[in-house]
Nanobody, 123 residues
Framework: QLQAFGGGLVQAGGSLRLSCTVS????????MAWFRQAPGKVRELVVG????????YYSDSVKGRFTASRDDAKNTVYLQMNSLKPEDTAVYYC????WGQGDDREPGGYNYWGQGTLVTVSS
């Protein structure tokens, strides 16, 4: 089970940190990813972390602003989002795939999903 937290309303230029906690699974063997889906748009991969811990993918739109990390001791993956823009507004989902690399851009490449947390960035 994956549970995502930390969404909310923030002004442009502000920051948020999302967390995704995994329970009931061997967290350290899972690639973790953050996707987002804006209204009327497809779900897109924002950042991916391989099961070995390295960040393997950042979307061009978030490079230099977002930072992902994982804490295997806490079964948690984080997404620190800085310099937020209105176009970052979306529902953010965490996803997991056993033994993955975290660079699969297709949502179908991930077996497990959190419930999503809404991030709204006002201009």
């Amino acid at each position: 089970q994956l549970q995502a937290f930390g969404g909310g309303l923030v002004q442009a230029g502000g920051s948020l940190r999302l967390s995704c906690t995994v329970s009931g699974r061997t967290f350290s063997s899972y690639a973790m990813a953050w996707f987002r889906q804006a209204p009327g748009k497809v779900r897109e991969l924002v950042v991916g972390i391989s099961w070995t811990g390295g960040v393997t993918y950042y979307s061009d739109s978030v490079k230099g602003r977002f930072t992902a990390s994982r804490d295997d001791a806490k079964n948690t993956v984080y997404l620190q989002m800085n310099s937020l823009k209105p176009e970052d507004t979306a529902v953010y989902y965490c996803a997991a795939e056993p033994w993955g690399q975290g660079d699969d851009r297709e949502p179908g490449g991930y077996n497990y999903w959190g419930q999503g947390t809404l991030v709204t960035v006002s201009s």
